[in-house]
C-alpha cells in the first residue's frame, strides 16, 4: 500500500540512527510503504545541521547516537511542529521528564509496530 495516493507527493520521513543495519531495515520497511526516508544522520550534529534544511513529515530518532542524546534534534523538530517516534531500547523513566509521553517503539522494533505508529501519526487511524 501506498503513503501517496492519488498521484500525491510521498509522505517525508527523517531518520536520524547511528546503527546503519538498523537505518536499512527502518529504510525497506518504510519505502516498502511508499514513504522517502531522509537519512540516515549518524550524529546529533549532522542531523541537527540535516533538519534545519529538510521539510519532513514525520521524525524516526534513535536517542543515543554515538554517546550523544538526541535530545536537543527531538527539541528542533518539536520547535517546527514535526512529530516524532523515538527508537530506543530506554523506557520512559529513564528519558527527561518533557519527552516521558513522547511516541517511543522499543528496539529492537518490530515493524508492524513501526508502521502502525507512522501511519497514525501520518494518516489518522489506519491500520498496518
Given amino acids: 500500500m501506498s503513503s501517496a495516493p492519488n498521484g500525491a507527493s510521498p509522505k517525508r520521513i527523517f531518520v ?6 538498523v537505518f536499512l531495515a527502518l529504510e525497506d520497511d518504510l519505502k516498502g510503504r511508499g514513504y522517502e ?25 534513535d536517542i543515543n547516537m554515538g554517546g550523544e542524546m538526541a535530545y536537543p534534534l527531538a527539541d528542533d523538530f518539536a520547535a517546527k511542529g514535526v512529530p516524532f ?3 530506543s531500547g530506554y523506557d520512559a ?16 522494533y518490530d515493524p508492524r509496530i513501526l508502521i502502525a505508529n507512522v501511519q497514525r501519526i501520518l494518516e489518522g487511524e489506519e491500520t498496518a
Avoid: M
Fill in 16 to 21: 536520524a540512527e547511528d546503527e546503519f543495519l
Fill in 37 to 61: 526516508v531522509v537519512g540516515p544522520f549518524t550524529t546529533v550534529a549532522k542531523a541537527r545541521a540535516a533538519a534545519a534544511g529538510e521539510d519532513v513529515d514525520l521524525a524516526l530518532l
Fill in 85 to 87: 517516534i523515538f527508537l
Fill in 93 to 108: 523513566d529513564s528519558l527527561p521528564e518533557r519527552y516521558r509521553d513522547a511516541q517511543r517503539i522499543a528496539k529492537p
